[in-house]
């Protein structure tokens, strides 16, 4: 068990120094602004559909911790090319292992996974979850998000 948790510990310090789609899409047709006010997380997120309705392109700028860093970039390099009702699915199955202590590992979450271990210690869901609300900000158009 510690192996994976140090495994995890990896993946998580990884994406947080070397964030994946850290960065603005031009042109995109929706974004937000999330904020966390207990950690001082801030994301801005912004991505771009496809006539099909996927999302072909997705980034994040901003600062946060290394939970919500890492989350937001796990998060970008897993819903590309998903749909957008695939994306709210993905959502509710992240939410639920990150905030139900009793959730089995679910492994449709891939590296999402690694964050499980932010249940056993609630005020960093938020920070694991914010990317989340913002995206769903951001699709339905809502602009800004706060964890509060």
């Known amino acids: 068990m510690s192996d994976l948790r140090e495994l995890y510990q990896e993946v998580i310090l990884d994406h947080n120094k070397q964030p ?3 960065h603005g899409i031009d042109p995109h047709d929706h974004e937000a602004d999330g904020y966390n006010p207990l950690c001082g997380d801030q994301i801005h997120l912004e991505l771009r559909l496809d006539d099909e309705g996927r999302i072909e392109d997705i980034g994040f700028q ?3 911790c290394a939970i919500s860093t890492a989350s937001a970039s796990i998060m970008t390099e897993t819903l590309k090319g998903h749909t957008v009702e695939e994306a709210r699915a993905l959502f509710d199955r992240f939410h639920h292992l990150v905030t139900d202590d009793h959730a089995e590992p679910d492994p ?3 590296k999402l996974g690694v964050l499980a271990g932010v249940r056993d ?3 960093r869901v938020k920070c694991a979850t914010l990317a989340w609300h913002t995206l769903q900000a951001a699709l339905d158009e809502k602009g800004e998000i706060t964890t509060e």
Do not use: A, D, E, V
């Open 62 to 64: 901003g600062q946060g």
């Open 108 to 110: 449709s979450l891939g």
């Open 20 to 22: 994946r789609n850290f």
């Open 121 to 123: 210690y609630p005020m």
